[in-house]
Nanobody
């Protein structure tokens, strides 16, 4: 099975940018649809973005569309989430997740493999 480790979180002012990385080990990243989810305090985990096995198809939550960009480099076994024009409401723990079958990109229930999460805090 695949192991995932996120990095790149931190504290940033509103309007700023961060780039999250998700490094995979154990199995090739190309075997998986990759998703990013986030969970703010006292809120449920929510879908942010997902990308197909080869990176030729992407999906975004409406709340991040036009500001966030998901990408992957299968040769480096790493997925990314570029976050621009950050807002205070983007503050959350961000998780990457992997799913071999890609049956429902939006649902966290369909992703069996998860990283430990990385904190993103956007100050106003």
């Amino acid at each position: 099975q695949v192991q995932l480790v996120e990095s790149g979180g931190g504290l940033v002012q509103a309007g700023g940018s961060l780039r999250l990385s998700c490094a995979a080990s154990g199995r090739a990243l190309s075997n998986y649809v990759m998703g990013w989810f986030r969970q703010a305090p006292e809120k449920e985990r929510e879908f942010v973005a997902a990308i197909s096995w080869l990176g030729d198809s992407t999906l975004y939550a409406d709340s991040v569309k036009g500001r966030f960009t998901i990408s992957r480099d299968n040769a480096k076994n790493t997925a990314y989430l570029q976050m621009d024009s950050l807002k205070p409401e983007d503050t959350a723990v961000y998780y990457c997740a992997a799913d071999a079958y890609g049956s429902n990109w939006y649902s966290d229930l369909n992703y069996p493999y998860w990283g430990q999460g990385t904190q993103v805090t956007v100050s106003s």
